[in-house]
T-cell receptor, first 110, second 114 residues
């Protein structure tokens, strides 16, 4: 069974601070996705990374896929209260179903 | 406009009283999934349909059943809900299996068991 771990589990920061959250596995994934889930809503896709070492930017969010395709990071610059939510990583194990990590719950205080 | 619609958003039932949750999609996607998400945990896949082909996860209890009468609709039936089945149930779709596309989630149905 392929497992994804995420750290930290909880993160509370002040508006304007930078942060990085991590998604790690001992398994290789063909691709990895990051979702954000707000309370009472379903997850919404932020990005898909496919190539080892790939870096993608989405405004203040920077996503990186590890060279070995076993890990990924999400860096947020100058966090805003609107960034508050549960950040989930999900991996595709070469044709198997999506595997989700447990998530990082981010709270950005004004 | 919402593309994956779940009903009801909130469902309260009594211990042992059957419940049906519904999901409809306007995306014409081949794959529909049902996930269970408990507080502060990752979504856990219960089963999925690839077109009409039903795929059950090995650890999904028999208490959970699903139906997909056509491309647009999928139902989750919980035959005898227990207290441990209280959770958010998420329906999702994808054009195909694999991660080259994305999962489109509904807003979820939150089940409370009294």
């Amino acid at each position: 069974t392929q497992l994804l771990e995420q750290s930290p589990q909880f993160l509370s920061i002040q508006e304007g601070e930078n942060l990085t959250v991590y998604c790690n596995s001992s398994s290789v994934f063909s691709s990895l996705q990051w979702y954000r889930q707000e309370p009472g809503e379903g997850p919404v896709l932020l990005v898909t990374v496919v190539t080892g070492g790939e870096v993608k930017k989405l405004k203040r969010l920077t996503f990186q896929f590890g060279d070995a395709r076993k890990d990924s990071s999400l860096h947020i610059t100058a966090a805003q209260p609107g960034d508050t939510g549960l950040y989930l990583c999900a991996g595709d194990g070469y044709g198997q179903n999506f595997v989700f990590g447990p998530g990082t719950r981010l709270s950005v205080l004004p | 406009d919402a593309m994956v619609i779940q009903n009801p958003r909130y469902q309260v039932t009594q211990f042992g009283k059957p419940v049906t949750l519904s999901c409809s999609q306007t995306l014409n996607h081949n794959v529909m999934y049902w996930y269970q998400q408990k507080s502060s945990q990752a979504p856990k896949l219960l089963f999925h349909y690839y077109d009409k082909d039903f795929n059950n996860e090995a650890d999904t209890p028999d208490n959970f059943q699903s139906r997909r009468p056509n491309t647009s609709f999928c139902f989750l039936d919980i035959r005898s809900p227990g207290l441990g089945d209280a959770a958010m149930y998420l329906c999702a779709t994808s054009r195909d299996r694999g991660m080259t596309g994305e999962l489109f989630f509904g807003e979820g149905s939150r089940l409370t068991v009294l």
